[in-house]
């Protein structure tokens, strides 16, 4: 399995539950359960999360599979994520930094695409 269908998501508050609802289905194809599917449904849903509350653009959610799942959420805001420290809030990218084998961001024409590894098993 290579790249999947790319998921479009306007930037409502429900466009979380919807992008885990993808990742569960997309974890049956690849058999994955357990801890690897609740953390590819964790972070997916964190990137999505910040996507909605930080940029407000219509998003979109692709998901390849090689060695490892890699996720990404491109949207058309402006600015940078970042891991902050001592917010209300703000733990979503510390938790895809410490539970991926990495993590990043692309520029993109417009906007960014906020993406992680996440292994297989």
């Given at each position: 399995?290579?790249?999947?269908?790319?998921?479009?998501?306007?930037?409502?508050?429900?466009?979380?539950?919807?992008?885990?609802?993808?990742?569960a289905d997309v974890?049956?194809?690849?058999?994955?359960?357990g801890s690897v599917?609740?953390?590819?449904?964790?972070?997916?849903?964190?990137?999505?999360?910040?996507?909605?509350?930080?940029?407000?653009?219509?998003?979109?959610?692709?998901?390849?599979?090689?060695?490892?799942?890699?996720?990404?959420?491109?949207?058309?805001?402006?600015?940078?994520?970042?891991?902050?420290?001592?917010?209300?809030g703000g733990w979503?990218?510390?938790?895809?930094?410490?539970?991926?084998?990495?993590?990043?961001?692309?520029?993109?024409?417009?906007?960014?695409?906020?993406?992680?590894?996440?292994?297989?098993?």
């Amino acid at each position: 399995m290579a790249a999947l269908e790319p998921l479009p998501l306007s930037p409502r508050p429900g466009a979380a539950a919807i992008a885990r609802r993808y990742i569960a289905d997309v974890g049956r194809r690849l058999n994955l359960e357990g801890s690897v599917l609740a953390d590819l449904q964790l972070l997916t849903s964190e990137l999505v999360t910040n996507a909605v509350l930080h940029a407000g653009t219509p998003l979109e959610l692709t998901v390849t599979v090689s060695d490892c799942v890699t996720v990404m959420v491109h949207d058309i805001g402006d600015g940078e994520p970042q891991i902050t420290s001592g917010e209300v809030g703000g733990w979503g990218l510390r938790l895809v930094d410490q539970l991926s084998v990495r993590w990043g961001v692309l520029p993109a024409d417009p906007g960014k695409i906020v993406w992680f590894d996440l292994p297989l098993g």
